[in-house]
């Protein structure tokens, strides 16, 4: 795993970046409840990133995570966690990256994030925090390819 300060992560979070394609949801021929999307992200910088998703229509849970290298930087995702303090967190929660541990921390968003929002809005949420920008590319749901 790449060594990365703490002030470099926060920075990679923070740099403003841009699709470089479409968000098209597709379906996983192994899983056809389940729909995905990965696509790349370049920073003003040129740092590049991967945006990947998956979402489970049965349970309606959304898992959406922003990678530098070979780094979750940040996630988003409901289910459970536990943290390297033992806290066990529940629920939506985000978890980023930490020098430190090595690992990722989870910070509980239920008062951001909750059952009732279409996917779309938490896709568009998510960017929004990490400075993430369609730039002129399209969002696309219920494309019946599979992959």
């Given at each position: 795993?790449?060594?990365?300060?703490?002030?470099?992560?926060?920075?990679?979070?923070?740099?403003?970046?841009?699709?470089?394609?479409?968000?098209?949801?597709?379906?996983?021929?192994?899983?056809?409840?389940?729909?995905?999307?990965?696509?790349?992200?370049?920073?003003?910088?040129?740092?590049?990133?991967?945006?990947?998703?998956?979402?489970?229509?049965e349970t309606r849970k959304i898992s959406l995570t922003l990678r530098y290298r070979n780094i979750a930087l940040v996630t988003l995702h409901k289910n459970f966690h536990t943290n390297p303090d033992g806290r066990r967190i529940g629920g939506w929660h985000k978890q980023k990256y930490r020098e430190v541990e090595h690992r990722k921390i989870a910070i509980e968003v239920d008062h951001e994030f909750n059952d009732d929002m279409?996917?779309?809005?938490?896709?568009?949420?998510?960017?929004?925090?990490?400075?993430?920008?369609?730039?002129?590319?399209?969002?696309?749901e219920n494309v019946d390819r599979l992959y």
């Open positions: 795993m790449p060594d990365l300060a703490q002030i470099d992560i926060d920075n990679l979070i923070s740099v403003e970046k841009s699709l470089l394609g479409d968000i098209i949801w597709l379906k996983r021929y192994n899983n056809p409840r389940r729909d995905f999307f990965t696509i790349n992200v370049l920073s003003i910088r040129d740092d590049k990133f991967v945006l990947e998703s998956y979402y489970n229509r279409l996917k779309r809005d938490i896709v568009s949420q998510f960017m929004r925090e990490n400075n993430i920008h369609l730039a002129g590319h399209t969002y696309q």
